[in-house]
């Protein structure tokens, strides 16, 4: 079993930034590609960005290349999702993901309770 809990989410102003992170415990965090999702109201839970187990690759969604930087510190088990130049539509409910070893874009094996970011015009 892996537990993931989000933290950092909150209220900023377009053009902010916020630097989200995920806290892991239960297996081995190293052997676990992570990943961070997230759901607007009313729409579909979707990918945001991803990390290889080892930390060498790196995926995200064409709506934050450039913007976003994920990383993880396998020491302290702990994955983060920095972004910035955050825009309105950015605004959802920010999930931390889990899957052994392969990275995913389409889901996770271990889920977050999430965290709330929103981005005020």
């Known amino acids: 079993q892996v537990q993931l809990v989000e933290s950092g989410g909150g209220l900023v102003q377009a053009g902010g930034s916020l630097r989200l992170s995920c806290a892991a415990s239960?297996?081995?965090?190293?052997?676990?590609?992570m990943g961070w999702f997230h759901q607007a109201p009313g729409k579909e839970r979707d990918f945001v960005a991803a990390?290889?187990?080892?930390?060498?690759?790196?995926a995200y969604a064409d709506s934050v290349k450039g913007r976003f930087t994920i990383s993880r510190d396998n020491a302290k088990n702990t994955v983060s999702l920095q972004m910035n130049s955050l825009q309105p539509e950015d605004t959802a409910i920010y999930y931390c993901?889990?899957?052994?070893?392969?990275?995913?874009?389409?889901?996770?094996?271990?889920w977050g309770q999430g965290t709330q970011v929103t981005v005020s015009s």
């Open positions: 993901a889990a899957r052994f070893r392969v990275m995913t874009m389409t889901g996770g094996d271990y």
């Open positions: 239960g297996r081995t965090f190293s052997n676990y590609a």
């Open positions: 990390i290889s187990w080892g930390g060498s690759n790196t």
